[in-house]
T-cell receptor
């Protein structure tokens, strides 16, 4: 079993604050994806990182893939209520599936 | 189609009944996946299709669960003799290639199954 542990599991912050979500594993992944899921919807792909040490920015969101390709982080600057949702990381390597993390539920309070 | 489509969106069934859940993947995507998600939790892998074959069925929780894919496109997940613990959101995803090739998975909106 290739586990991806996310932390924190729950996060409630005020609008305008910054936050970081972590995704950690003991396994090496060839690529890692981040998704956001809103209630009643399927996960929506935010970004894919494939190179160790890679950093990608998507407006106020910054994604980093660890040098050893075992971990990743998502940093949100000046969070807004529209950022509220369940954030999921997912890794792929030699297996037949995308291995999903345990999820981080983010609530941004106006 | 433009995205992954699942039907029905919601299904309420009585314990012991059989249900069929349908997934229409993105056109041209060879890989298709079924996952299950319990309330507010992460995703539990069920099965992976490459074309019409299923090289990985390791996530199916019991022999009451089966899935097929026809024409390299539509997939059906069947749950026989449903139990209350089967209640969950069933998510389908597709990708252009298999997961070993740094591809990206796109999800449908899910089917919320409630067994009463």
């Amino acid at each position: 079993t290739q586990l991806l542990e996310q932390s924190p599991q729950f996060l409630s912050i005020q609008e305008g604050e910054n936050l970081t979500v972590y995704c950690n594993s003991s396994s090496v992944f060839s690529s890692l994806q981040w998704y956001r899921q809103e209630p009643g919807e399927g996960p929506v792909l935010l970004v894919t990182v494939v190179t160790g040490g890679e950093v990608k920015k998507l407006k106020r969101l910054t994604f980093q893939f660890g040098d050893a390709r075992k971990d990743s982080s998502l940093h949100i600057t000046a969070a807004q209520p529209g950022d509220t949702g369940l954030y999921l990381c997912a890794g792929s390597n030699t297996g037949n599936q995308f291995y999903f993390g345990t999820g981080t539920s983010l609530t941004v309070i106006p | 189609g433009a995205g992954v489509s699942q039907s029905p969106s919601n299904k309420v069934t009585e314990k012991g009944k059989d249900v069929e859940l349908r997934c229409d993947p993105i056109s041209g995507h060879t890989a298709l996946y079924w996952y299950r998600q319990s309330l507010g939790q992460g995703l539990e892998f069920l099965i992976y299709f490459q074309g019409n074959s299923a090289p990985d069925k390791s996530g199916l929780p019991s022999d009451r669960f089966s899935a097929e894919r026809t024409g390299g496109s539509v997939s059906t997940l069947t749950i026989q003799r449903t139990q209350q613990e089967d209640s969950a959101v069933y998510l389908c995803a597709s990708s252009l290639q298999g997961p070993r090739l740094n591809t990206e998975a796109f999800f449908g909106q899910g089917t919320r199954l409630t067994v009463v």
